[in-house]
């Protein structure tokens, strides 16, 4: 079975401050795509990254990166230089090809609350 | 620009009362999704379109119902609220990949009296 692990279920940081999310997933397929969702106060999803299960590259975006490790299973989320608008829930999410309806299998995710 | 939108933004109905909630999408896209979100929790799929497919979760209630009368446009219909059906409601669209991301619009906050 598929499953999205997030830890934290809540971080405090002050702005400025350095955070990473930890995400760990569980699949058997090979073929995999794991995505970062931000979801604000407003709530709105707002999508933030997809990776495939062969592109081990890490990426960078401004102040977001992502580290993706197959042999750990995990795709963890950092966000440099903290600011206030960062605040949200984080949820990562997985979609696996052995799935029926190719379906977003969501962690619980991590409320993310950046003090000034 | 393209969107996803949803109407209304906060609905307020009584115990019983059918209601019926809006998604509209601007992208074109032919997958339209229907997630519940209560509080602290992730969004649960309840059902989604493949274009006009219907594909209906297993455990979605019988008490919720959907349609789609085009591309653009998707329905969600509580037949009889109750007090436990309170939460975000979250419309989403897909492209043609089945590993495409997922657009989510501003959703609807139901509440049930």
């Known amino acids: 079975a598929q499953k999205v692990t997030q830890a934290q279920t809540e971080i405090s940081v002050v702005e400025k401050e350095d955070v990473t999310l930890d995400c760990v997933y569980e699949?058997?397929?090979?073929?995999?795509?794991l995505f970062w969702y931000k979801q604000p106060p407003s709530g709105e999803l707002v999508f933030l990254i997809r990776r495939n299960s062969f592109d081990e590259q890490n990426e960078i975006s401004g102040r977001y990166s992502w580290n993706f490790q197959k042999s750990t299973s995990s795709f963890n989320f950092t966000i440099t230089a903290s600011q206030v608008v960062d605040s949200a829930v984080y949820f990562c999410?997985?979609?696996?090809?052995?799935?029926?309806?190719?379906?977003?299998?969501f962690g619980k995710g991590t409320l993310l609350t950046v003090n000034p | 620009d393209a969107m996803v939108i949803q109407n209304p933004r906060y609905q307020v109905t009584q115990f019983g009362k059918p209601v019926t909630l809006s998604c509209s999408q601007t992208l074109n896209h032919n997958v339209m999704y229907w997630y519940q979100q209560k509080s602290s929790q992730a969004p649960k799929l309840l059902f989604h379109?493949?274009?006009?497919?219907?594909?209906n979760e297993a455990d979605t209630p019988d008490n919720f119902q959907s349609r789609r009368p085009n591309t653009s446009f998707c329905f969600l219909d509580i037949r009889s609220p109750g007090l436990g059906d309170a939460a975000m409601y979250l419309c989403?669209?897909?492209?043609?990949?089945?590993?495409?991301?997922?657009?989510f619009g501003p959703g609807t906050r139901l509440t049930v009296l």
């Open positions: 379109y493949y274009d006009k497919d219907f594909n």
């Open positions: 999410a997985l979609i696996w090809s052995g799935g029926s309806n190719y379906k977003l299998t």
């Open positions: 989403a669209t897909r492209g043609d990949s089945d590993y495409n991301e997922q657009f």
């Open positions: 699949t058997r397929d090979t073929t995999y795509y």
